[in-house]
């Protein structure tokens, strides 16, 4: 242990502990925001059902309005239906995607001190990449499990997680599980640069003019902005993403085919459908996630000593 002559303020966490605590703080972040992720689902694939049933009305208005039809219809636990896959997705997703973005950003910086915005993007677009190959099947039951209504006679797509995975993978071949992946990798390499990169910058340009010491309202403000930019840029991948996840097979030949679709039938403004659950949860979910993940670091690092 020559931990003797470090000041306790600069302890580096190491690998392992970024990798846990990321992942943790994810879940944590996930429990608290999982509602408003399922009620972006329903209200990106809204517009596309509409189509399918023939009936005129629309059957969420608003966030908040999904939110409550949910409940009525639908009982409270539906807000949480796929969190089981959700969790799944967060542990192996977050923990890589946000666990190792430091060891990437020194692993591209080969050793030099500063790391520029290329580097940074560079680090956030690989590291997200590699977390969504590694977890896309986890993401595409979720999906689905958040957009599948109780059936009238209170019959279900799927009965339970594994369920899920087994009849996707029965139904649509095991390709069926990484549906989407294209996207998805699209999607998050944008998600994960934009929300690294401008959580890390935002923080670093607080700490250089000593606008806010490296605390708590510091990282609550990086994480908020960071979800903003985020979903901004996202929004549109993401739509397209929720829908091609949530298709079955033939309906559309390939992600771009799906944003054509879209743009064709349902006009551009189609693409930012859910945006405002998106940011809240996105906004919350960064603010939740970042600083439960710094708060994580600096427990288990002191507690290394």
Known sequence: ?????????????????????????????????????????????????????GAGAMKYRGAFGTITTMVRTEGPRSLYNGLV??????????????????SMKQFYTRGTE??????????????????????????????RFQAQVRLADG???????????KTIARDEGVRGLWKGCMPNITRNAIVNCTELVTYDMIKELILKYDLMTDNLPCHFTAAFSAGFCTTVVASPVDVVKTRFMNSGTGRYNSAISCALTMLRHEGPTAFYKGFMPSFLRLGSWNIVMFVTYEQIKRGMTRAQQ
């Open 114 to 143: 500063s790391a520029g915005i290329v580097t940074r993007l560079m680090a956030g677009c690989t590291t997200g990449a590699m977390a969504v190959a590694f977890a896309q099947p986890t993401d595409v039951v979720k999906v």
């Open 1 to 53: 242990v020559e931990m003797v002559g470090m000041k306790p303020n600069d302890l580096v966490p190491s690998a392992a502990v970024k990798f846990f605590g990321a992942g943790t703080a994810a879940c944590i972040a996930d429990l608290v925001t999982f509602p408003l992720d399922t009620a972006k689902v329903r209200l990106q694939i809204q517009g596309e059902s509409l189509k399918s049933e």
């Open 155 to 165: 019959g279900r797509r799927y009965n339970s997680t594994l369920d899920a995975y």
């Open 85 to 102: 896959a959700g969790l799944q997705r967060q542990m192996s997703f977050a923990s890589v995607r946000i666990g190792l973005y430091d």
